[in-house]
């Protein structure tokens, strides 16, 4: 049975994964970290910072925010444990540091642990190859109201998925209020709704003259995420290389 130490077990995501995990036989939860310690409701006990964990794991999954990334890296590269990233709102700052961490161990990342949202980005892929510059892109996401980032981590992975597919490097516009002029044929529209209990949805639009494509995923419940991240984690353990890792290496 694989060992996770799993991080920012306290929050939504946290307790998710916590409950997926219960009763399977392939892998547990040996402690978490969080703000608030002493024991876990999924029996487990939680500590202040990853070294208070009482024994090596086999991978430490992190669902808490950047501000936790140094430390993570640190404890990870000291006791060559994989690491498996599933926050989201990391600037260039941290994504360099994860590079860098690659170099020593593995280090898994992703914006969106729903196997789904990869099919997403395949199919908007191929949309952009296929209708070039004769459509306008715009990209649409749709999160609950305590949502911190915006535009969200997989919103900014559709992006990334369709300036490797235009013909031409897109130029990203996050806000139009204060442009006052015609869009730019180059132009990819971020548009972020925050409100509710929305768990996450993210749209492709493509309009051109008379018709719009409009490729879509709507996640339901966070099962769908914790379920990834659970079979991210499993792949993890066995992954000796270092490198940089992604859900494209977990479903082969």
């Not at 990334?69 to 599933?86: F, I, K, M, N, Q």
């Amino acid at each position: 049975m694989r060992k996770m130490l799993l991080c920012g077990c306290g929050g939504r995501m946290g307790q998710m994964v916590s409950r997926l995990i219960l009763g399977r036989e392939d892998i547990s939860v040996i402690a978490g970290c969080d703000i608030l310690t002493g024991g876990s409701a999924f029996g487990y006990p939680i500590v202040p910072d990853p070294s208070g964990c009482p024994e090596r794991p086999d991978v430490v999954v992190d669902f808490s925010s950047p501000a936790a990334l140094d430390g993570l890296l640190a404890y990870c590269g000291e006791r060559s444990v994989p690491l498996t990233l599933c926050a989201t709102g990391y600037d260039a700052a941290h994504l360099k540091k994860m590079e860098e961490a690659a170099q020593t161990i593995p280090v898994f990342r992703s914006g969106n642990m729903s196997l789904g949202i990869y099919l997403l980005l395949e199919l908007a892929k191929t949309a952009a190859a296929v209708l070039g510059t004769d459509f306008d892109v715009e990209i649409i996401e749709r999160h609950h109201r305590s949502k911190v980032d915006a535009p969200s981590g997989t919103a900014l992975m559709l992006y990334d998925a369709l300036s490797g597919a235009l013909p031409y490097q897109p130029e990203p516009v996050y806000d139009r209020q204060p442009k006052r002029e015609v869009r730019g044929e180059r132009e990819v529209g971020f548009h972020s709704v925050r409100g509710g209990t929305i768990v996450g949805e993210h749209e492709v639009v493509f309009a051109g003259h008379d018709e719009i494509i409009t490729l879509g995923h709507s996640a339901r419940s966070r099962e769908v995420f914790a379920a990834g991240a659970i079979r991210a984690a499993l792949f993890m353990a066995d992954v000796t290389k270092p490198g940089l890792y992604d859900m494209r290496n977990v479903i082969g």
